[in-house]
């Protein structure tokens, strides 16, 4: 089937550690997302990539870091230098820049706890 | 700058009732509006679009109509369900990224 995965669906994490999360996509998509959602709250996005080897901050880049190395790849790691990661991660695609109308596809998410 | 406002929840109703979502935007320039659906502990799933003014978006008997006067995109539904129990997010589009509204909870009891 085709989609968006995203590994682990739970992780814990003592503080002062890093850990990655994984998305893969078998869409084809040339556009990927990260998004935070904390309780109660909308979605914030923490990076963006319109293209393989390139990426862009989003609105709270700070304390996490990605890569785009494959176009089905998209890991992001939760620095230790991240004061409150404990939240909800989404993972995303879209076939081309949203501004031309394209839709963006989530993930199921991944649950980081930090204890 | 650019933004979306969506009515407070949690939206109680009963079963079969009639269901009003509100969401405003403020954009520059002409954004596509999305409303999203979210169960509980899962991903986001795409409820309806809208990419121009006066375009309908409609999609298991929800409906939202792009309104560029009144910068608004309200979600309805005629006749609601338990399992349209969620919560629900409006967004647009700006640049390259969504922005999203805080989400709005329906709760539906038989």
């Known amino acids: 089937d085709g989609g968006i995965t995203q590994s682990p669906k739970y992780l814990f994490r003592k503080e002062g550690q890093n850990v990655t999360l994984s998305c893969e996509q078998n869409?084809?998509?040339?556009?990927m997302y990260w998004y935070r959602q904390d309780p109660g709250q909308g979605l914030r996005l923490i990076y963006y990539?319109?293209?393989?080897?390139?990426?862009q901050k989003g609105d709270i880049a700070e304390g996490y870091s990605v890569s785009r190395e494959k176009k089905e790849s998209f890991p992001l790691t939760v620095t230790s230098a991240q004061k409150n990661p404990t939240a909800f991660y989404l993972c995303?695609?879209?076939?081309?820049?949203?501004?031309?109308?394209?839709?963006?596809?989530f993930g199921e998410g991944s649950w980081l706890t930090v204890v | 700058g650019n933004s979306v406002t969506q009515m407070e929840g949690p939206v109680t109703l009963s079963e079969e009732a009639f269901l009003t979502i509100n969401c405003t935007y403020t954009?520059?320039?002409?954004?596509?509006l999305f409303w999203y659906v979210q169960y509980p502990g899962e991903g986001l799933q795409l409820l309806l679009k809208?990419?121009?003014?006066?375009d309908k978006g409609s999609n298991k008997g929800f409906e939202a109509t792009y309104r560029k006067e009144t910068t608004s995109f309200h979600l309805e539904k005629g006749s609601v369900q338990v399992s349209d129990s969620a919560v629900y997010f409006c967004?647009?589009?700006?640049?390259?990224?969504?922005?999203f509204g805080t989400g709005t909870r329906l709760q539906v009891f038989p």
């Open positions: 995303a695609s879209s076939m081309g820049q949203v501004r031309s109308g394209n839709t963006i596809y």
């Open positions: 869409l084809n998509h040339d556009a």
């Open positions: 990539s319109q293209i393989v080897n390139d990426f």
């Open positions: 954009a520059t320039g002409y954004p596509s």
């Open positions: 809208a990419t121009k003014a006066d």
């Open positions: 967004a647009l589009t700006f640049t390259d990224k969504l922005i």
